[in-house]
């Protein structure tokens, strides 16, 4: 199970984090992000086996959108 440990993605002003073992792999969090800062990760699956999501934290805005989005409560994005 420690494959499947959350994944934080950081910078000074927010954390974004996924967790890959509530994370379905739905694309949902990608479509809706409207900075495109979300993508599947090649390198790293989730708990089901498809590929988790990754953010590209200098894009990210912190709106929250993908959060309140993901069907799992997979995402969770804190503005330090
Ligand atoms: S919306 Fe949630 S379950 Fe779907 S890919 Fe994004 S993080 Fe995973
Ligand atoms: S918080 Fe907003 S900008 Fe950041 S990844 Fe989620 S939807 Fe995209």
Redesign the pocket.
Known sequence: MSDFIPETFSDNKKNWT??SK?????????E?CPQKC?E?DKKRN?YYG?P??KCDINKCIACEI?EI???????RVEKK
């Open positions: 996924n967790f509530l994370c379905k792999g739905c694309g949902i969090c990608i809706k979300l599947f989730n498809t988790a999501v993908c989005h993901c069907p799992d409560m997979a995402i």
